[in-house]
């Protein structure tokens, strides 16, 4: 390599029409005395012969220290397309081929889709100040069985998996920096599994919107406190640890989560507990997968505490000099005992 280096920049010397380069090799331990400086009669280059030697130089260099770095080359493209477009991080597109295959073996395959505006829409948004990257696959599951499959597959071929419900995260927990499997919840596991009305609690898949769910609950005098946003679904709610507008009142998300039923990343099925709201044994595993934000795993059922929906409410406009003046009242009203709902404006 090195030979027929130095014999290229003789040839492109030559052509320039300066003396050759002479090359002396010093014995491995002799002494390194400072260079003279150059004289007129000293080698020379021109401008295009210097480009040239630098090129030669900086590629030996680069072919040399190739095996030394911690170079990775990113594939890209969408799993069926010819376009590359989505850089692979995790596992290749062989094993990503592989996972689709596997996943329209165990789903529907109409729940499966590589499709261009499916993938934009569940790794961008509008409403989100960090949109880093969208999936290169999107499943549709039905029940946690289809869950346990999906993470299985996943695990299997080293493929990221997104979990996916109401896509109105500001933080863009929703999006796909690595690509990979986004779980779309919205669709199939948005229903309400059972109302305990006379124990205040509610049994829900992660799809259900609360604005859905609190119309469901009206009639029954009940609802769930936290407003996080239109469009929020529970899933997303226990992913991000939400709170809202009433969070003064009724405090956050950790709050009203009595159990959960996650799919851990390597399939496992985990109930963190039972309904009953009294109970001291072992970890607080609900609080530890609330406000994890998808990583530790997918959560596919929760059991949701319910409050009394007040009988009366009113409401108060009240104008204040300075925001000091306004939070001193929020204060005061807080302190009073005056069940306070909303946020004061």
């Not at 790794?123 to 993470?151: A, F, K």
């Not at 996916?164 to 199939?188: K, M």
Request: neutral net charge.
């Amino acid at each position: 390599m090195l030979r027929s280096t130095l014999a290229s920049v003789k040839k492109h010397t030559a052509l320039a029409g300066r003396r050759p380069i002479t090359t002396t090799f010093q014995p491995r331990y002799a002494s390194i005395s400072p260079a003279p400086p150059p004289s007129s009669g000293s080698l020379g280059f021109s401008s295009a012969t210097a480009v040239l030697l630098g090129t030669v130089v900086g590629a030996v260099g680069l072919y040399i220290a190739t095996p030394y770095l911690n170079i990775t080359v990113k594939e890209t493209g969408n799993v069926g397309s010819s376009k590359a477009s989505i850089p692979i991080k995790y596992g290749t597109r062989e094993n990503l081929s592989k996972a689709l295959d596997c996943l329209r073996q165990v789903m529907p395959s109409e729940h499966v889709t590589i499709d261009e505006e499916e993938l934009r829409r569940h790794g961008y948004s509008n409403s989100s100040y960090h949109n880093e990257g969208l999936p290169h696959v999107v499943v549709y599951p039905q029940n946690t069985d289809e869950v346990v499959q999906i993470m299985k597959i996943a695990n299997e071929y080293k493929i990221p998996v997104i979990p996916f419900s109401g896509g109105t995260s500001l933080e863009g927990h929703y999006t796909a920096p690595h690509g990979g499997i986004s779980v779309d919840f919205s669709y199939h596991m948005d229903h309400i599994v059972a109302l305990h009305g006379e124990d205040m609690d509610v049994v829900v898949q992660p799809g259900v919107q609360w604005e859905d769910l609190n119309q469901y609950l009206k009639p029954h005098g009940l609802f769930f406190p936290l407003d996080p946003g239109p469009g929020a679904c529970i899933g997303g709610m226990v992913g991000t640890g939400c709170s809202g507008t009433n969070a003064v009142r009724y405090g956050t998300m950790r709050e009203w989560v009595l159990n959960l039923t996650v799919v851990m990343p390597d399939g496992t099925v985990v109930k963190t507990r039972q309904r009953p709201r009294k109970s001291s044994a072992g970890y607080d595993l609900t609080k530890l997968f609330i406000g994890s934000e998808g990583t530790l795993g997918m959560v596919t059922e929760a059991t949701l505490k319910l409050a009394v929906l007040p009988a009366e409410t009113s409401v108060a406009v009240c104008d204040f000099p300075t925001i000091r003046d306004a939070v001193d009242v929020s204060a005061a009203v807080v302190r009073a005992g005056v069940q306070r709902e909303q946020g004061a404006d």
